[in-house]
């Protein structure tokens, strides 16, 4: 730097020059020292922010690695730990991944699920399914969900909903969740859907839903059926307004809006209505009975459900139950239950307009015997035949009614206000009707004849109640059958007075025997040295109010009405114990009873047996009982009686024929029954000293008995005459009131002691 300084001096111009371009180049030097200098500075600025900003990448890369692993760690945690089962698995299937969740469910081990493809989890049938499907979803990068089966190592199989996606690096990520429980929900729901419908179909009401703007929701196979439709997609989803309910009954059309069903839909008010017109898709009406429930959800309105019944079957069933209840089943005529309906308004009728009315009882003569030859169908078809001809001779206004069985009621109204006028008037209709039903009838392969009997009465108002009129009906038409049937009769009062006490007489006679109101009296009879050698038995009632009742008042009615089984048998066993008694003492037990025995008793298939049993259980001898038959009984079945008889001797018992004479006596019978008493009738011994006839008949009688090697006895000698008489023709056994009237027990044996 020295040398450099003294060149300069030297030369001063040069050096001027020189040293202005030196101090120039000082300063240049300096400059681009400071230059350096600064530079230099800048340089090593830089190289520190470098530093730095190495450092703060260092840091970043460092934490970024460090967050990075912290994710991988998490994910690879949440993969483990995922609920749902993941797998990873390459192109072919061949499993790479799987968490811990395919473990636990499938029950593999890892090592044995990374030997496996992915397809060897589901059923072997649905491996190439899915295989065509994996293939197809490799194409894309969506994600694919779908419903899977997975098969257990132990062959278990798990339903699955299968996501699967297609990852960057060519794998497929699939997670599965085990969907049991929602599918079992679905079954459920499904299951409860299929009862739901099954039993809306089930039902005979039509159901449907409409929601809030009528537009229908679902309907039911009896809405389809008694609406008309085949399909519900031809309602569901349509107006109900324009296809069911859009009109009055009488067809003019609801405004829109004021349709009652369409009303009820909006508010949530239930609705009923017993009568509404619904519209079929063939466009008749069909008359119908409906309810409207709203369906309100979280308080709002929804729509309704309305149920409807189709009001055409209810009404034929009301129908038919009404002519069940009013008509008779057979021919269709009104019962008896109509009939009294009719005959009250009959009543009203003649009380309004003062006319007589008639009731008529009709009852067909011998129609059991058709019955019971033909058969009941036959019999039917009679039935059917006479209620239509009975309807065919009537008016309108007059009414005909079957009872039941074979009897008929006819109500005639507005006859007369004359009762003569009104008499005649019934009586041509029912000669009208009489000859009506006298026509000849065809049953099936039958030709057929019948007759009916009539009785009539007639009303005016209100002034016998419907039950005495039906009452004096029935009886004038029994008047009629007791007249000889074909007959018509009108209802007579005294007829009804005698009936009625018949009736009570009926009653009180049933509880007699257990009321221990009946006893016997003996009615002795004597021989030709007036010794009593019997007695006749007599029953007697003694009522409490009436007194003693004479047999002859209620004997026929026991008859009638079968209460002769249980008093005849009285009679026979008491009178059995009391020959029993007699049996101990020498002066009885020679007597004979004569016990009447009557008709019906004696037809008993058991009679014999009875006899049997009564004297068995009393002790009684045989020897000792008399029965009477009168000719009635032994001429209903000459055979049937003989032998009867004859096991009824076989026991020791004998029989005299009561009441001789007043029959059809014959002589043919008489030889061949097995008596060994003619018992001669009162009636011709009380004339017998001033009537020739009845003479001769007795004389005639006695000479019989003879010839025929019977005894013969003589009831109602009342006089020394007729003894007299009787005893001078050969008569020689008597009973009568000229030796005793038929005494009680007591009197009897005094009676006896006396003698
Ligand atoms: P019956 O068998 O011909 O009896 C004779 C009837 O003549 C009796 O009437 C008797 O009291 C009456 N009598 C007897 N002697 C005389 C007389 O001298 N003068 C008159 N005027 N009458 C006399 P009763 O007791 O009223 O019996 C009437 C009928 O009742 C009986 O006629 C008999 O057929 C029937 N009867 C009586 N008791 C019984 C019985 O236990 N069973 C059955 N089935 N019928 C009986
Ligand atoms: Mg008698
Ligand atoms: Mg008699």
Not at 177 to 197: C, F, G, M, V
Not at 274 to 300: I, L, M, N, Q
Not at 366 to 371: A, D, I, M, R, S
Not at 703 to 709: D, K, P, R, S, V
């Amino acid at each position: 730097m020295q040398i450099f300084w003294n060149i300069s001096l030297l030369s001063l111009p040069v050096l001027t020059i020189t040293s202005l371009w030196l101090v120039g180049g000082i300063f240049v030097g300096l400059y681009i020292r400071r230059m350096r200098l600064r530079s230099a500075v800048a340089l090593e600025e830089l190289e520190l922010k470098h530093l730095r900003l190495q450092a703060d990448a260092e840091q970043q890369a460092r934490e970024m690695t460090h967050s990075l692993r912290e994710s991988e760690e998490r994910l690879r945690m949440t993969l483990k730990y995922a609920p749902d089962a993941v797998f990873i698995c390459k192109k072919d299937g061949r499993i790479v991944y799987v968490n811990d969740s395919v473990i636990e469910w499938l029950g593999y081990s890892r090592r044995e699920l990374y030997d496996m493809t992915a397809y060897d989890l589901v059923p072997r049938d649905w491996q190439a399914v899915y295989r065509q499907g994996a293939s197809v979803m490799l194409t894309d990068n969506e994600r694919h969900v779908m419903e899977i089966r997975l098969v257990k190592k132990d062959g278990g199989k798990i339903p699955m909903e299968l996501n699967a996606v297609l990852l960057p690096n060519g794998r497929i990520y699939g997670s599965c969740r085990d969907i049991t429980e929602r599918k079992l929900t679905q079954r459920a729901l499904q299951d409860s859907q299929e009862n739901l419908q099954r039993l809306l179909n089930g039902v005979a009401e039509g159901i449907y839903g409409v929601d809030t703007q009528g537009i229908c929701t679902f309907v039911n196979a009896a809405f389809l059926h008694i609406l008309g439709y085949e399909d519900t997609g031809e309602i569901v989803g349509k107006n109900m307004h324009d296809l069911i309910h859009y009109a009055h009954a009488d067809d003019t059309p609801y405004p829109l809006g004021e349709c009652p069903i369409d009303r009820g839909c909006r508010a949530a008010q239930p609705a009923h209505a017993d009568e509404e017109v619904f519209w079929r898709r063939d466009g008749t009406a069909v008359s119908v009975e409906y309810w409207s429930h709203p369906v309100v959800k979280d308080g709002r309105t929804m729509g309704a459900v309305v149920t409807f019944l189709d009001n055409t079957h209810r009404r034929q069933a009301e129908q038919e139950i009404h002519q069940l209840a009013f008509y008779d089943a057979l021919t269709g005529l009104p019962n008896r239950r109509l009939l009294l309906d009719r005959l009250n308004q009959a009543f009203a009728v003649s009380d309004r307009h003062n006319r007589y009315g008639a009731l008529m009882f009709l009852d067909l003569d011998h129609f059991k015997t058709l019955n019971d030859s033909r058969g009941h169908d036959v019999g039917d078809l009679l039935l059917i035949e006479v209620a239509r001809r009975l309807q065919s001779c009537l008016r309108d206004g007059d009414t005909v009614a079957r009872l039941g069985g074979d009897e008929f009621v006819i109500v005639l109204e507005m006859l007369s206000c004359d009762v003569n006028e009104a008499v005649t008037q019934a009586e041509q209709v029912a000669e009208k009707v009489r000859d009506a039903l006298n026509l000849p009838y065809q049953l099936n392969q039958y030709a057929h004849h019948t007759t009916s009997s009539m009785g009539i009465v007639l009303f005016r108002g209100h002034q016998e109640s419907v039950d005495n009129l039906l009452k004096y009906a029935d009886t004038a038409m029994y008047q009629a059958k007791a007249a000889g049937r074909n007959e018509i009769r009108f209802y007579d009062p005294e007829m009804q007075a005698a009936l009625e006490a018949r009736i009570e007489l009926e009653g009180e006679l049933r509880s007699a025997l257990d009321k221990r109101q009946f006893c016997l009296h003996y009615q002795v009879q004597v021989n030709s040295a007036r010794l009593p050698v019997g007695a006749e038995v007599l029953l007697r009632w003694e009522h409490p109010e009436r007194g003693l009742v004479s047999p002859l008042q209620f004997i026929p009615l026991c008859e009638e009405t079968g209460l002769i089984y249980p008093i005849g048998l009285w009679v026979l066993q008491t009178a059995c114990a009391q020959l029993n008694v007699w049996q101990g003492s020498a002066s009885t037990r020679d007597l004979v009873l004569a016990v009447n025995v009557s008709a019906r008793q004696f037809r008993q298939s058991d009679f014999v047996a009875q006899v049997q049993r009564a004297l068995v259980d009393s002790g009684a001898k045989a020897s000792r009982l008399k029965l009477e038959l009168t000719e009635s009984i032994v001429l209903e079945n000459v055979e049937d009686t003989i032998q009867k008889m004859r096991e009824i001797i076989m026991l020791g018992v004998s029989f005299s024929m009561d009441d001789f004479g007043t029959g059809y006596s014959s002589l043919q019978y008489l030889k061949r029954l097995p008596l060994d008493q003619i018992k001669i009738d009162q009636s011709f011994v009380r004339d017998i000293t001033s009537d020739p006839n009845d003479a001769a008949i007795v004389r005639t009688v006695i000479a019989m008995t003879e010839a025929l090697g019977l005894n013969v006895i003589a009831e109602g000698v009342e006089t020394e005459a007729q003894l007299a008489f009787l005893e001078l023709r050969g008569c020689n056994a008597f009973q009568g009131y000229l030796f005793s009237k038929p005494v009680s027990l007591d009197a009897f044996e005094t009676l006896l002691s006396k003698n």
